[in-house]
């Protein structure tokens, strides 16, 4: 029960509209500026307004942006599974103050949204279960949620950078925030607030209010931005679970369905909450890599040798090795995907339009991976049993021969705390890429980055493609 994704994002969407907010569709996964690999945040796509690039159309915008955390500063890959909280592929729900209204503004309508009634179009959660962060230099965000909201000051926390100043990238807009968190109870974990709380479990974050007030240059330097703004974050999937009383993102109605289909296909149960229990961590990871990769492929990343292309490979083949782990022989792509599609389709009706294109890249993944995946696993399996570091040739052989990126053999080779030596890893490809340079100087032969283009090619034929997307943003 509660509400369903469509209709949290609509009531987000509806909340901010009727404060004068032009609401504006959500960018694409791969992003216009080239600082980023994926749109990590829905403030990525209105960046030229932040820092003065251009002047916004609106001075004030709502929006539920598909982002993709799998890469560069924000990575949460190695998180999904093992967290109730990290997906790759997730829905940042945002309102933006492009030089307009500031913190005061901000601050009591979020918690008008969070803790306002249904009836009224609020969230109806509970203000006494809310915990506030603030930047431990921010006496102003204090005193709004303290003397203006009234949130009792042993719930309002003061924390460092590392949680409370916001970064786009390594450049980029950038300020203090200030994260709205629930508490979730003593079965969660220790009292004590956010602060007392690192790993995030108990005292849930949801919402990430960012004071946007510097542009950071690639030598660290910060200058201000020529005007303060606002930028928020609320994640969908966990409002979601929190308004659909349940304890993480798995157990949403977005994540259900896809739990269901690794379930029917591998044959095996997932325990609910278990963290610990393989199969089950096996199976979210299924789920969850079949829905961002479907995101990616919809939005024209293809599974290639470099880029984004290279990440949603390595998504992929995480998610099919688990598969071969789980003793599945048989595809498990196809029915993960066309489940994705069905789950996502009616707020992105793009991915339902590319339904057999989606399909078709992500099985033939698959399928590649599928060849050398057995051979590839015995090999590291003999290599693990032999000593506590895995040497660079062999992971590099992994690599080249087998197709296993490094963070594959570097997360198999973890299960058995077994280190991978990454300066030999690294020499071996140095030596190769100065090969690959010589033998294409040689043949005149093109450049490998066009490989995710040429699969496609042979698959779909080359007016299929070129009606669906444009190469060049793949390389950027
Ligand atoms: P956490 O500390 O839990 O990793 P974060 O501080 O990295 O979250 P922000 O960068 O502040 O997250 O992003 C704003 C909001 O987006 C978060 O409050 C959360 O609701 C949501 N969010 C962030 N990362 C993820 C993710 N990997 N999966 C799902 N939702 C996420
Ligand atoms: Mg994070
Ligand atoms: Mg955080
Ligand atoms: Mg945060």
Redesign the pocket.
Known sequence: DGMNADQLRQSFLDFFAAKDHSVVPSASLIPHDPTVMFT???MVPFKPYFVGDEVPPYQRAVSSQK?A?AGGK?N?LD??GR?K????????M?NFSFGDYFKEAIIPWSWDLVTGSPESGGWGMDGDRMWITVHETDDEAEAIWHEQVGVPMNRIQRLGDK?NF?QMGDTGPCGP?S??HIDRGPEFGPDGGPLGDPA?DRF?????L?FMQYNQAPDGSRTPLPKPSVD????????LALLQGVDS?WETDLMVPLIDTAQSITGKRTIVGDYDDRDSFAMRVLAEHARSSTMLVSDGVFPSNEGRGYVLRRIIRRAVRYAFLLGTEQLVMPRLVETAIDVMGNAYPDVVKNRDFIVGVLTREEERFRHTLKTGLSILDDELTTGDSLSGSTAFVLHDTYGFPLELTQEIAGEREVEVDLAGFEAEMTAQRERAKAARKDSGASDERLDGYREVVEQFGITEFLGYTDVSTQSR
């Open positions: 990590v945040a829905g982002c955390r924000h949460d998180d999904v967290t909280r990290h997906l790759v592929f997730f829905e940042m945002g949680d916001w925030c994260e709205i995030g849930m974050e949801f919402w990430n960012v928020t974050g609320a994640g969908l999937e966990r409002i993102v």
